[in-house]
């Protein structure tokens, strides 16, 4: 994670190649102030999947999963997960579409709340943003592309390319190795790979006992490189410089 201080939010920790780190400390500035903060327990339902008009948010703490139903009776899928620094609906926004997921707590958020419509005549207003945001975006999917290349594997390896994303974006550096403390259940992580909460349970008790990895209450300590492909490419490559305007 990396520390960054901002006049509204000093010492706050984002994570690696968040949308907020992208941001000059003036455009962060101008950007919040656009909005008012917001905050919502753990296992808060922020927006239904549905007809409703998905908020836009710039997370400052806790996480968020994004969770779609295909269809009406069918189980749910974890389709993403977004941390501090991160924003939320920016896509809908873009759009102006309807929420195509729901967003669900799974650790107690502090956020800017922005209303959409300010949000886009502001990237209008300021190219500099809308680029690092454009670039926020083609990170995260080369990301989400890494791990999902995983996805006709089995379990185990579904599962290392998940917890490898996570890892390389919001794991917290600790003597007791890279802690993912996201508050994802057993049952979160078999939503997000596409497999049974007791297979998860099975790939986690081989990891531990081969000692790549220990776990507590919604915790994961990784101990050992859990993959040599997936590591160097998930890494978010850092921002020129010149792309800050």
Do not use: C
């Amino acid at each position: 994670m990396t520390t960054v201080e901002r006049r509204r939010h000093a010492a706050v920790e984002y994570s690696r190649g968040s949308f907020l780190t992208r941001l000059t400390t003036e455009q962060y500035d101008d950007l919040l102030g656009l909005g008012e903060p917001v905050a919502y327990p753990a296992d808060h339902t922020i927006v239904e999947q549905g007809p409703s008009t998905p908020p836009l948010l710039l997370l400052h703490t806790g996480f968020v999963k994004a969770v779609r139903h295909a269809l009406k009776a069918s189980q749910p899928a974890v389709v993403d997960v977004y941390g501090p620094g991160d924003i939320l609906g920016a896509e809908a926004a873009h759009a102006d579409k309807r929420a195509h997921t729901a967003f669900v707590t799974s650790r107690a958020v502090t956020a800017n709340l922005v209303p959409p419509r300010l949000f886009m005549a502001y990237l209008t207003r300021h190219p500099a943003v809308l680029w690092q945001l454009t670039t926020t975006f083609a990170n995260r999917v080369r990301q989400r592309e890494a791990a999902l290349a995983y996805s006709r594997h089995e379990v185990l390896e579904r599962l290392v390319g998940f917890l490898t994303r996570q890892q390389a974006i919001y794991g917290i550096t600790t003597a007791d190795g890279d802690l993912i403390d996201m508050g994802l259940s057993h049952r979160d992580i078999a939503a997000a790979i596409g497999a049974s909460e007791a297979a998860v349970d099975e790939a986690l008790r081989r990891l531990r006992k081969d000692g790549y990895l220990s776990t507590g209450y919604k915790k994961i300590w990784i101990r050992r490189q859990l993959s040599e492909e997936l590591s160097p490419v998930l890494r978010p490559a850092p921002t020129p410089p010149k792309a800050l305007g």
